[in-house]
């Protein structure tokens, strides 16, 4: 999805999209309908999680965590030593719950959000876990709020800032949890950032130059501001400002400035003398571990995740934890007071995650809770990390799922499902979007394109004015790889993607029709002009990065440049079958920017089947349309490239999924 290049605070880990391919007459009969019981139910991989974002509070008696109450994701809270005793503390029923709540110091509320339909307005509120009661925190409709701050000094207060005096900055106010009570500190009129440390004292803003560079302020006890760091547009990516210490004499941050690889350092505020605390030569520092704002471990991203030990006691704590992971991913999600209980994620890519705890007295680790249930008994397929070689020599990081059939089978077709942001990346672990296809007989293919971030600042600024340019030279170069490796059958090549891979699912269609059979985009940008102008109005301070990044819509040059990069600019060679899926409350990509091209190409005879989702945004938050979605997905990529086809059933029932064109066009649809 298209995110802001600051707001890097975890991995996201997420389904990838991808495309399809032109039948054969071969081992694969194009659109193979069978029985549902001879294929893994699309539910297994798309409906919500069993259980999810597991965390401990702070005193370290009680886990919450995220589960369905009738549909819809809730709050459950159990003693930590009686799992049996869990219930849940919210009873919301019109949208999930978010994932990103926290435990507020009390140990007895939780601070929750929401949005609507999605439009991304999250609006905060606290539940007492013993009394039910619930306290809105933040303004309720039409506001975006987030959690600025939390310290145990203050247990009853949170900082937070929203955006409901101006839609474009932040203000920041110390609220209390318990009774909702809200104080203004800080009206906010330049920053798109601001650094806070445990006092609860504004220490830092930022604020974007019209080059793009980043300017850092330091804030004094009398209020003035004066210049504290600058941060060229280059090194946007891998910089970010994290946490003072607790005694707010040291600077925590990660730093691209003057080397490719981000690197996690610390800062004496008092002497601006620098320390390198971890570092990867061959990868970014993308996460930090904490305790007691304090860095502990730090962690990189290249194929898969490595720990950089910055805290001696972290080196036991792997030993701990890396038996019980099963040769998975560890993740370190919390540490409760006195560091005595660690809580943990184990991601794997052909099992499900699983929650865990270690007691570091004793040194066990507890296993908790399976995310996903019911991937017990499902055969799932490797996620294999490769390297594919770019025409002009980068290394293109990508993941490789292949289908059981394939063996003996003759080439399979194959999906490449290409993730957007574009500032963002694929990563190992449990995929359900390759799972699914693989299940369904496709190899699938995924590459971290040029842009993608973790690898480097020269790999993020090697996209610069590339849209459509050398960022799909890649995905091409990806697909011929896998042809001249023998994992595809070049004839039955699909793209699917969402949001920056929407965009490039329709470039695909316009500049290479004849290296895809058809096409799946997920609210893609067909108009860079058009988007530019549709931004929400708190991506404006930072949208000089836009015009460096993409082109500079305010000059004629700029202009012409992004019509030339925009799909909607080169409808003559569309020919492929596309599937084109919108959440008409998406705030990202306007719902015009499918609107748009729906009507071209339709008005150049190009075979297109539109479906709108009233109640979403940018992605599908209500497992009933996610399932509807697949469910037309799976009919099309099946109709064009031969794999096999669980009948559409019941799983479009609940949905708000509306043929706006092209229903004929798609099995069963």
Same mark, same amino acid.
Request: charged share 25%.
């Given at each position: 999805?298209? &995110?802001?290049?600051?707001?890097?605070?975890?991995?996201?880990?997420?389904?990838?999209?991808?495309?399809?391919?032109?039948?054969?007459?071969?081992?694969?009969?194009?659109?193979?309908?069978?029985?549902?019981?001879?294929?893994?139910?699309?539910?297994?991989?798309?409906?919500?999680?069993?259980?999810?974002?597991?965390?401990?509070?702070?005193?370290?008696?009680?886990?919450?965590?995220?589960?369905?109450?009738?549909?819809?994701?809730?709050?459950? &809270?159990?003693?930590?030593?009686?799992?049996?005793?869990?219930?849940?503390?919210?009873?919301?029923?019109?949208?999930?719950?978010?994932? =990103?709540?926290?435990?507020?110091?009390?140990?007895?509320?939780? &601070?929750?959000?929401?949005?609507?339909?999605?439009?991304?307005?999250?609006?905060?509120?606290?539940?007492?876990?013993?009394?039910?009661?619930?306290?809105?925190?933040?303004?309720?409709?039409?506001?975006?709020?987030?959690?600025?701050?939390?310290?145990?000094? /203050?247990?009853?207060?949170?900082?937070?800032?929203?955006?409901?005096?101006?839609?474009?900055?932040?203000? $920041?106010?110390?609220?209390?949890?318990?009774?909702?009570?809200?104080?203004?500190?800080?009206?906010?009129?330049?920053?798109?950032?601001?650094?806070?440390?445990?006092?609860?004292?504004?220490?830092?803003?930022?604020? =974007?130059?019209?080059?793009?560079?980043?300017?850092?302020?330091?804030?004094?006890?009398?209020?003035?501001?004066?210049?504290?760091?600058?941060?060229?547009?280059?090194?946007?990516?891998?910089?970010?400002?994290?946490?003072?210490?607790?005694?707010?004499?040291?600077?925590?941050?990660?730093?691209?400035?003057?080397?490719?690889?981000?690197?996690?350092?610390?800062?004496?505020?008092?002497?601006? @003398?620098?320390?390198?605390?971890?570092?990867?030569?061959?990868?970014?520092?993308?996460?930090?571990?904490?305790?007691?704002?304090?860095?502990?471990?730090?962690?990189?991203?290249?194929?898969?995740?490595?720990?950089?030990?910055?805290?001696?006691?972290?080196?036991?704590?792997?030993?701990?934890?890396?038996?019980?992971?099963?040769?998975?991913?560890?993740?370190?999600?919390?540490?409760?007071?006195?560091?005595?209980?660690?809580?943990?994620? /184990?991601?794997?890519?052909?099992?499900?995650?699983?929650?865990?705890?270690?007691?570091?007295?004793?040194?066990?680790?507890?296993? $908790?809770?399976?995310?996903?249930?019911?991937?017990?008994?499902?055969?799932?397929?490797?996620?294999?990390?490769?390297?594919?070689?770019?025409?002009?020599?980068?290394?293109?990081?990508?993941?490789?799922?292949?289908?059981?059939?394939?063996?003996?089978?003759?080439?399979?077709?194959?999906?490449?499902?290409?993730?957007?942001?574009?500032?963002?990346?694929?990563?190992?672990? /449990?995929?359900?979007?390759?799972?699914?296809?693989?299940?369904?007989?496709?190899?699938?293919?995924?590459?971290?394109?040029?842009?993608?971030?973790?690898?480097?600042?020269?790999?993020?600024?090697?996209?610069?004015?590339? +849209?459509?340019?050398?960022?799909?030279?890649?995905?091409?170069?990806?697909?011929?790889?896998?042809?001249?490796?023998?994992?595809?059958?070049?004839?039955?090549?699909? =793209?699917?993607?969402?949001?920056?891979?929407?965009?490039?699912?329709?470039?695909?269609?316009?500049?290479?029709?004849?290296? /895809?059979?058809?096409?799946?985009?997920?609210?893609?940008?067909?108009?860079?002009?058009?988007?530019?102008?549709?931004?929400?109005?708190? +991506?404006?301070?930072?949208?000089?990065?836009? @015009?460096?990044?993409?082109?500079?819509?305010?000059?004629?040059?700029?202009?012409?440049?992004?019509?030339?990069?925009?799909?909607?600019?080169?409808?003559?060679?569309?020919?492929?079958?596309?599937?084109?899926?919108?959440?008409? @409350?998406?705030?990202?990509?306007?719902?015009?920017?499918?609107?748009?091209?729906?009507?071209?190409?339709?008005?150049?005879?190009?075979?297109?089947?539109?479906?709108?989702?009233?109640?979403?945004?940018?992605?599908?938050?209500?497992?009933?349309?996610?399932?509807?979605?697949?469910?037309?997905?799976?009919?099309?990529?099946?109709?064009?490239?031969?794999?096999?086809?669980?009948?559409?059933?019941?799983?479009? @029932?609940?949905?708000?999924?509306?043929?706006?064109?092209?229903?004929?066009?798609?099995?069963?649809?």
């Amino acid at each position: 999805m298209l &995110v802001s290049p600051i707001d890097r605070r975890r991995l996201l880990r997420q389904g990838a999209l991808a495309g399809a391919a032109l039948p054969l007459l071969s081992l694969w009969p194009a659109g193979r309908a069978v029985a549902e019981a001879e294929l893994v139910p699309r539910r297994v991989f798309f409906d919500d999680v069993d259980i999810g974002s597991v965390s401990v509070s702070p005193d370290g008696w009680t886990l919450a965590w995220l589960a369905p109450v009738d549909g819809v994701r809730n709050l459950f &809270v159990a003693r930590i030593d009686d799992l049996k005793s869990a219930r849940p503390v919210t009873r919301v029923t019109d949208r999930n719950i978010a994932p =990103f709540y926290r435990w507020a110091q009390t140990n007895r509320h939780l &601070v929750f959000f929401q949005e609507r339909d999605g439009d991304e307005n999250w609006r905060a509120s606290s539940v007492d876990i013993h009394s039910g009661a619930i306290v809105p925190l933040t303004p309720p409709q039409g506001v975006r709020a987030f959690v600025q701050e939390i310290d145990r000094k /203050f247990p009853t207060d949170m900082l937070m800032r929203h955006n409901q005096r101006d839609k474009r900055y932040f203000d $920041l106010y110390r609220v209390n949890i318990v009774n909702g009570r809200s104080d203004l500190l800080y009206e906010n009129t330049e920053y798109t950032g601001l650094i806070t440390d445990g006092d609860f004292q504004l220490r830092l803003g930022v604020r =974007f130059a019209k080059d793009g560079s980043a300017e850092v302020l330091e804030r004094h006890a009398t209020g003035n501001w004066s210049p504290f760091a600058t941060i060229p547009v280059g090194d946007i990516d891998g910089t970010r400002l994290l946490d003072f210490s607790p005694d707010g004499h040291t600077l925590y941050f990660i730093d691209a400035r003057g080397r490719d690889k981000a690197a996690l350092f610390a800062m004496e505020m008092a002497s601006r @003398k620098t320390t390198l605390l971890a570092a990867d030569d061959e990868a970014d520092i993308v996460g930090v571990n904490w305790f007691n704002r304090r860095p502990v471990a730090a962690m990189s991203y290249r194929e898969r995740a490595r720990w950089h030990v910055v805290d001696a006691s972290m080196v036991q704590d792997l030993a701990d934890l890396g038996p019980a992971s099963g040769g998975g991913d560890i993740e370190i999600l919390g540490r409760t007071y006195g560091n005595r209980v660690v809580t943990a994620f /184990f991601q794997h890519d052909t099992a499900s995650g699983e929650y865990a705890l270690l007691d570091r007295e004793t040194h066990e680790v507890r296993p $908790l809770f399976k995310q996903r249930k019911a991937l017990a008994d499902v055969p799932l397929h490797k996620l294999e990390p490769v390297v594919i070689p770019a025409r002009d020599g980068l290394r293109l990081n990508g993941y490789l799922t292949r289908p059981a059939e394939a063996a003996g089978a003759g080439k399979p077709p194959m999906v490449l499902v290409i993730h957007g942001g574009p500032y963002d990346r694929d990563v190992w672990g /449990f995929n359900p979007t390759h799972q699914w296809l693989a299940s369904r007989g496709y190899a699938v293919l995924s590459v971290n394109y040029r842009g993608s971030t973790g690898f480097g600042k020269a790999f993020v600024t090697a996209a610069d004015r590339e +849209w459509g340019g050398r960022m799909h030279d890649d995905l091409i170069d990806a697909v011929d790889w896998a042809v001249a490796q023998g994992i595809a059958d070049p004839a039955r090549v699909g =793209f699917y993607g969402g949001s920056y891979g929407g965009y490039s699912a329709l470039v695909a269609a316009t500049r290479t029709p004849e290296k /895809f059979a058809c096409i799946v985009d997920l609210f893609g940008i067909s108009n860079l002009n058009t988007f530019m102008a549709t931004i929400p109005a708190y +991506w404006g301070p930072w949208f000089s990065i836009w @015009k460096q990044r993409l082109g500079d819509p305010a000059t004629e040059e700029g202009r012409a440049f992004l019509a030339d990069r925009s799909p909607l600019n080169h409808l003559d060679r569309a020919t492929r079958p596309i599937l084109i899926a919108q959440g008409m @409350k998406d705030v990202r990509v306007v719902a015009a920017e499918s609107e748009q091209m729906v009507s071209a190409l339709k008005a150049r005879g190009v075979p297109v089947t539109y479906v709108s989702f009233s109640d979403e945004g940018h992605g599908f938050a209500r497992p009933v349309n996610r399932l509807a979605f697949f469910a037309v997905a799976e009919a099309f990529l099946g109709k064009h490239l031969g794999g096999r086809v669980q009948p559409v059933g019941d799983d479009l @029932k609940g949905s708000t999924l509306k043929v706006e064109t092209g229903g004929e066009l798609v099995p069963g649809l």
